[in-house]
């Protein structure tokens, strides 16, 4: 029970609120680039949303409904997800939505290189399929896929800009940023949501490698909260942690969508908010 309350307090203490959409801030991102894109009158293009490693929809699907509550019909998601059962129960469920023209769903996983790879299925729909094999869990079952890039597959569809990236990918989170370095570099991305979690440890990855990505690039690395976002100054091993929760890239051209409140180390290496 101490280790449990321990670890809750801990979490809570620095941002690690859990993945419910609901209270981890997913919605709230969602809504203000939403909001943001709306607000541009006339629009500047066709809202785009990617959604990498859709699973079974609830992001693509909270997405489409803020869409629809704002009769914003100018919009185009593009959904990635490599695992066939899961791509199925994806597309029929998508497939019932008012906004299924909008639409384009790939059975393909995005990573750092195009190629073939092979995906872990733990189960039918399991939302930790990964392409890196979990050493807590087992399973025999795996599935060749196709991989392509965020550049590769923008430059064959000429997609120019891209305002809300989101990456879910257990573990291949990185990989899948390398991949999208050249949108990055040129400032092509508004806002990117990534997972980070003890999946990136058999991916051999770590945090510092999103803040080394983007050290001489004008974006930020923030967390979302409920209503506002934190973001980080710089690396600090305190947030080397493996705790699962989502993170951001945001352009600076995109930090004013936000309220953000900026985090910083104090002599005794806990993290202080304070207004931008």
């Known amino acids: 029970m101490a280790w449990r309350v321990g670890r809750k307090l801990y979490c809570a203490a620095r941002g690690d609120i859990g993945l419910d959409m609901r209270s981890d801030g997913e919605l ?13 009158h006339p629009p500047a293009g066709g809202l785009v949303v990617f959604d990498v490693g859709s699973n079974v929809g609830d992001w693509s699907v909270a997405m489409l409904d803020l869409c629809e509550d704002r ?18 129960a994806y597309s029929s469920r998508i497939g019932e939505h008012r906004l299924k023209g909008t639409v384009t769903s790939e059975r393909m996983a995005m990573s750092v290189k195009e190629g073939r790879a092979k995906v872990t299925v733990l189960r039918d729909n399991a939302g930790t399929n990964s ?35 989101k990456i879910d990918t257990e573990g291949h989170d990185m990989e899948v940023l390398r991949g999208a370095i050249g949108m990055i570099s040129s400032g092509n991305i508004g806002v990117i949501q990534f997972e980070y979690s003890h999946l ?23 967390k979302p909260q409920t209503d506002h976002v934190i973001v980080y100054r710089a690396w600090h091993p305190e947030l080397e942690r493996f705790f699962a929760g989502n993170y951001l890239l945001i ?21 202080v908010e304070c207004l931008l």
């Not at 080394?212 to 974006?219: A, I, K």
């Open 28 to 40: 709230m991102v969602q809504q203000q680039v939403l909001a943001a894109w709306a607000s541009v």
């Open 200 to 222: 990136w440890v058999a991916a051999r990855n770590f945090l510092k490698d999103v803040f080394d990505l983007v050290e001489e690039l004008p974006y930020y690395v923030g």
């Open 71 to 88: 009769n914003l019909v100018d919009c185009r998601l593009y959904a990635f997800e490599p695992v066939s059962s899961t791509f199925s």
């Open 251 to 271: 352009h600076e051209s995109s930090i004013p969508w936000f309220s953000v409140r900026h985090a910083r180390p104090d002599h005794s290496n806990v993290f």
């Open 131 to 165: 392409l890196h094999r979990i050493p807590t869990e087992q399973s025999d079952q795996v599935e060749e896929v196709t991989l392509t890039t965020i550049d590769s597959y923008c430059g064959k569809h000429g997609i120019a800009r891209i305002h809300l990236l």
